[in-house]
């Protein structure tokens, strides 16, 4: 079992990466963000996989996320959550949990490249690389 420790992360072929384990980044404070986009292959991220990061203000997970393990976000207050999905994920219950106590949860969006005309604060796109979501009453 490997934990991350740093506030940087680099995988030499993100392609290859399948799935991230449960407590792989757990405690991991000095982590502010995460794009993990061309991580194309990636379907899972384990139980507890960035709780407790108290940095973590960005993560981007691709399209074929299929399976959140349970408090994956756990106490990570500031987190914001990007989704290369075009569609609502279908996720088990409580996936997107934050303080279960408090019943807070995760903000996440979808990605488009143009701001949909339904909802688009909803949704996010990059501007010079990184994460932006567009602001609410706007559309291309």
Same mark, same amino acid.
């Given at each position: ?15 290859? %990466?399948? /799935?991230? !384990?449960?407590? =792989? &980044?757990?405690? #991991?404070?000095? +982590?502010? $963000? *995460?794009? @993990?986009?061309?991580?194309?292959? %990636?379907? /899972?991220? !384990?139980?507890? =996989? &960035?709780?407790? #990061?108290?940095? +973590?203000? $960005? *993560?981007? @997970? ?18 914001? +959550? ?59």
């Amino acid at each position: 079992r490997v934990l991350f420790r740093s506030a940087s992360v680099r995988f030499e072929d993100p392609s290859t %990466l399948t /799935s991230i !384990g449960g407590n =792989a &980044f757990i405690y #991991c404070t000095k +982590l502010k $963000s *995460l794009d @993990l986009s061309k991580a194309t292959a %990636l379907v /899972s991220l !384990g139980s507890s =996989a &960035f709780a407790n #990061c108290s940095a +973590l203000s $960005s *993560l981007v @997970l691709p399209a074929n996320i299929a399976w959140l393990g349970s408090d994956c976000f756990q106490g990570d207050a500031g987190l914001s +959550l990007y989704l290369m999905a075009t569609a609502e994920p279908s996720f088990s219950s409580g996936w997107n949990t934050l303080n279960s106590e408090a019943g807070t949860t995760v903000p996440y969006y979808l990605y488009s490249e143009s701001a949909p005309a339904s909802n688009p604060s909803h949704y996010w796109h990059y501007v010079d690389s990184l994460p932006s979501i567009y602001p609410a009453g706007v559309h291309e």
